[in-house]
């Protein structure tokens, strides 16, 4: 009889502590590939934004928001992962900026248990739960269809590259060459293997130099991100080409959104990284839930220009609520 009740009271214990187990709060960590870009910001808010949502329905999320400084930190990144995966956290969203050197610590955080989802860049690997991103290839398309316009089909461009390694920004380059050298053969790239590095500081040094080597011949530019569209926009003003070199980047800042209502900008490439946090979060939750989560989740993408920017469906793209959010 007292054997029984052993063992009946050890099932009761191993019941409460799985219910209690259950009932804990979810740690998830969430990895920027940096810190400093309003770009990651957004991010930031959009997983608050689906810890709030989550916590009124009951379920019990705590962001933990941690990634390197600057975006050319793979080492720091890596090894933000791994001392997750030693936390034993119950998830990662992870924003890769690397598509090579961050598969080991990914697939070491898989294979102990811990669900991953991969937001914004592309990784070579299959390990993660989903990718939740942009389509940057068409993001890249729908730059060079607007740059190729803006020109007539005729003069010289440059392309601005990011950094080598980075598969959002490698997708959006192949997408602008696709579409320019396929629809409009009248235009001459100038130059299409320089790189902005990963800061608005790196980008403005680079640019500097593309416009000095190639002055006024050049007719058009494109920038793949939120720092190599704002050190190409600096370096414009500096050389007294801005508003006479038709320009068009990518992403949206105060500092580009100023640049385009003033005319220095024609047109950006604009995501949706509110929504890609949000969505990185919730889709992590729902595979930590034994739930079937889509291998791709396309969180959009869209075109702004001085002429709509004030529309009310892109809002929280162009000025994301951050305040709500991030306090």
Do not use: C
Request: a neutral charge; glycine letters at 10%.
């Amino acid at each position: 009889m007292n054997l029984r009740w052993i063992r009946l009271s050890a099932l009761l214990a191993g019941l409460l502590a799985a219910a209690a187990a259950a009932a804990a709060p979810y740690d998830i960590a969430v990895i920027p590939k940096g810190t400093t870009h309003e770009f990651w910001k957004s991010v930031h808010a959009g997983a608050i934004k689906a810890q709030r949502e989550l916590a009124a329905a009951g379920v019990e999320v705590n962001v933990i928001w941690k990634g390197p400084l600057r975006e050319d930190d793979r080492e720091q990144q890596v090894q933000v992962v791994e001392n997750f995966v030693g936390r034993r956290v119950a998830g990662i969203v992870l924003a890769p900026l690397d598509r090579k050197a961050l598969v080991a610590p990914v697939e070491m955080a898989v294979r102990g248990r811990i669900p991953v989802v991969v937001i914004d860049s592309a990784l070579d690997s299959r390990a993660a739960a989903s990718f939740v991103a942009t389509d940057n290839r068409e993001g890249g398309r729908i730059a060079a269809r607007h740059l190729g316009r803006l020109l007539g089909g005729r003069g010289n461009v440059l392309l601005l590259r990011y950094a080598v390694g980075s598969a959002s920004t490698d997708e959006r380059e192949e997408g602008f060459l696709e579409v320019m050298q396929r629809d409009f053969p009248g235009l001459r790239l100038l130059s299409t293997d320089q790189h902005a590095g990963p800061t608005r500081d790196t980008a403005k040094r680079a640019a500097e130099n593309l416009l000095s080597r190639f002055g006024a011949a050049v007719n058009g530019v494109f920038a793949p991100n939120e720092s190599s569209a704002t050190g190409m926009l600096l370096a414009l003003r500096d050389a007294g080409l801005a508003g006479k070199v038709r320009f068009v980047g990518f992403d949206s800042s105060e500092t580009l959104n100023a640049g385009l209502k003033a005319g220095d900008i024609d047109g950006l490439v604009v995501q949706h990284p509110l929504n890609m946090g949000y969505l990185g979060v919730k889709t992590l939750v729902a595979a930590l839930h034994g739930e079937s989560v889509p291998a791709r989740i396309d969180t959009g993408v869209g075109f702004v220009t001085r002429e709509n920017f004030d529309d009310p469906a892109l809002a929280e793209i162009v000025r994301p609520p951050l305040d709500l959010y991030l306090k």
